[in-house]
Nanobody
Framework: QVQLVESGGGLVQAGGSLRLSCAAS????????MGWFRQAPGKERELVAAIMWTGGRTYYADSVKGRFTMSRDNAKNTVYLIMNSLKPEDTAVYYC????????????WGQGTQVTVSS
């Protein structure tokens, strides 16, 4: 059974930085793509960034390009989302998710971590 455990959320002022972590367990993730999603109150969940576990190819939403960086540590089975130049509109619950790279949908989800950016 896949387990994804996020950590690192919190309250930060606009312009500040945070690093989110997602510890993955329960299977071998070499054929997986990991994603970070976020959901703000009253809005739909959106994909913010993704990384292929093998090869490290990344994707970023236009709204975070140049500010957010997603990376992985194979030895620790952990993915990270480094968020710089945070804006109030980045405020949301951030979720880690996993999918087999051959599948279109994310099947496994973490519990989420709150990120609040004050102006």
């Amino acid at each position: 059974q896949v387990q994804l455990v996020e950590s690192g959320g919190g309250l930060v002022q606009a312009g500040g930085s945070l690093r989110l972590s997602c510890a993955a367990s329960g299977r071998t993730f070499t054929s997986y793509t990991m994603g970070w999603f976020r959901q703000a109150p009253g809005k739909e969940r959106e994909l913010v960034a993704a990384i292929m576990w093998t090869g490290g190819r990344t994707y970023y939403a236009d709204s975070v390009k140049g500010r957010f960086t997603m990376s992985r540590d194979n030895a620790k089975n952990t993915v990270y989302l480094i968020m710089n130049s945070l804006k109030p509109e980045d405020t949301a619950v951030y979720y880690c998710a996993a999918r087999k790279s051959t599948r279109p949908t994310y099947d496994d989800w973490g519990q989420g971590t709150q990120v609040t950016v004050s102006s």
